[in-house]
């Protein structure tokens, strides 16, 4: 556990300014354009008429793009900022997204319902994350797909600190804790720690992926370090009937 609560991580989100949020590109950022989307689309293969859970969906652009894709979204978001975005976004595209602002930790999904449950980005921002876990795993059908990605948990330093170094730094590694990031804080926590509780939660791991950035992409966007050490990992578990 970790001094920093729920409350407080959803708070740091609420916090978020407008024009940060708007900034994000349909597609989101760099990193979720060039690494996470195309590991998790992979992953996910044709989603027409499938249901899926964008589990803390922020601004909601994974939602958006994989409803233009013909599945069936629900998108779950507790910070009011994110929230109102991705609804206000929905009124005007009307794509069909039904969104819910709630705490992963206390929400109770319908159970058996989705086909795929996706926490992109999400879990290493819930200090409580395995009710969340469990939450999402509940909501799953089974044999369905679980999908999250994290920050790697052994090669957390940012992308700056290689433009100075040429190397990523570790240190710490085993012990659970909160680190500051731009806004509010992420847990890091041990690879093992995340696996292992995919797996209590009554999960099969099926994949484990480490996107890497393709060189030339890397060198124009000066990300030298995500071609050389992985900044992301995305976990594909299905849950156990
Ligand atoms: C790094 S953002 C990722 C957002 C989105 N999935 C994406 O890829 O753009 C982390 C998200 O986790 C959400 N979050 C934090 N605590 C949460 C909780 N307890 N339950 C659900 N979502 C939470 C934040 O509000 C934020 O939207």
Known sequence: MTEITNADAIKAWTEIPRHIIEAFGDEGDLVRQHLLNPAI???????????????????????????????????????????????????????????????????????????????????????????????????????????????????EEAGSAWQAKGYVEVRDYFRERAIKQTYGHFIHRPLSTYLNSVISAGCTIQKVMEPQLEKTVAELHHAERYWSVPGYIIIYATKSA
Request: charge should be negative; proline fraction near 6%; aromatic fraction near 10%.
């Open 41 to 155: 689309f992979s992953l996910l293969g044709d989603v027409s008429n499938k249901t899926i859970l964008d589990a803390g969906c922020g601004q909601g652009y994974l939602s958006r793009l994989l409803a233009k894709k013909g599945a069936s979204i629900t998108g779950v978001e507790p910070s009011e900022a994110f929230y109102t975005y991705a609804l206000r976004r929905e009124q005007t595209e009307q794509l069909g997204i039904s969104y819910l602002q709630a705490d992963l930790s206390t929400w109770t999904p319908p159970p058996h319902a989705f086909d795929f449950v996706i926490a992109n980005m999400v879990l290493m921002d819930i200090p409580d994350y395995e009710p969340a876990l469990k939450n999402c795993v509940m909501g799953l059908k089974n044999h369905g797909g679980l999908i999250f990605s994290l920050l790697h948990p052994c090669f």
